[in-house]
């Protein structure tokens, strides 16, 4: 079955504590990303990743980092949380098509970790 | 900055009517999604357009380019198209990464 994994789905934790959120897609896609949900304030994207070891930053990438070392996994690493990085997160994947403009194809979502920082 | 509005940010309607939900962006863009979330919180890809108009069952999603806008339709609507619905817009001039709307809150009554 075509998947976009994410874990874990719930996660309270400290601040100053690091951890790592893992992003996993079976379609070999070239294209992930990270995003961040909060009330009011929508999706926002925080790093993407056109490919292996290609990534860039989103409008909010402050306080996270990201790495692309295998095609299939894209994790979010946050190296000291703090409580404003307490949200919902989403990873996504989707095809480069090729010859086209990068992301033109469907998003295919993971199913959220929700993240308290105290 | 580059913005993404949709209108209404919520809307309650009774089963059978017919809905319009719209996204309309600042700037060129190369593409547009259409979301939509469930109440659990999963995220679903409904469309992606460039340009034009597509259909899906039920739902119709069509792109002005030149107006910059696009709307999202539900005919026939059913409580089960309760959710919230998302526009997300790829910029144009090269840009990969996605800016989304606030999001539609839609409720359909029995």
């Known amino acids: 079955e075509a998947q976009v994994t994410q874990n874990p789905r719930y996660l309270i934790t400290v601040t100053g504590k690091k951890l790592t959120v893992t992003c996993s897609q079976n379609?070999?896609?070239?294209?992930m990303s990270w995003y961040r949900q909060d009330p009011g304030l929508g999706l926002r994207q925080i790093y993407y990743s056109m490919n292996v070891e290609v990534t860039d930053k989103g409008d909010v990438p402050e306080g996270y980092k990201v790495s692309r070392k295998e095609k299939r996994n894209f994790p979010l690493i946050l190296e000291s949380p703090s409580p404003n990085q307490t949200s919902l997160y989403f990873c996504?994947?989707?095809?480069?098509?090729?010859?086209?403009?990068?992301?033109?194809?469907?998003?295919?979502f993971g199913p959220g970790t929700r993240l308290t920082v105290l | 900055k580059n913005e993404v509005e949709q209108s209404p940010q919520n809307l309650t309607a009774q089963e059978g009517e017919f809905i319009t939900i719209n996204c309309s962006y600042s700037?060129?863009?190369?593409?547009l999604h259409w979301l939509q979330q469930h109440p659990g919180g999963g995220i679903v890809s409904l469309f992606m357009?460039?340009?034009?108009?597509k259909k899906h069952g039920r739902l119709i999603a069509t792109i002005n380019i030149q107006e910059k806008h696009s709307s999202l339709h539900i005919t026939a609507s059913h409580p089960r198209d309760s959710a919230v619905y998302i526009c997300a817009v790829r910029w144009g001039g090269g840009a990969d990464g996605l800016t989304f709307g606030k999001g539609t809150h839609l409720i359909i009554q029995p």
């Open positions: 700037v060129g863009i190369s593409a």
């Open positions: 996504a994947s989707s095809h480069r098509l090729a010859g086209g403009p990068m992301g033109t194809d469907t998003q295919y």
């Open positions: 379609m070999n896609h070239e294209y």
């Open positions: 357009l460039s340009s034009g108009k």
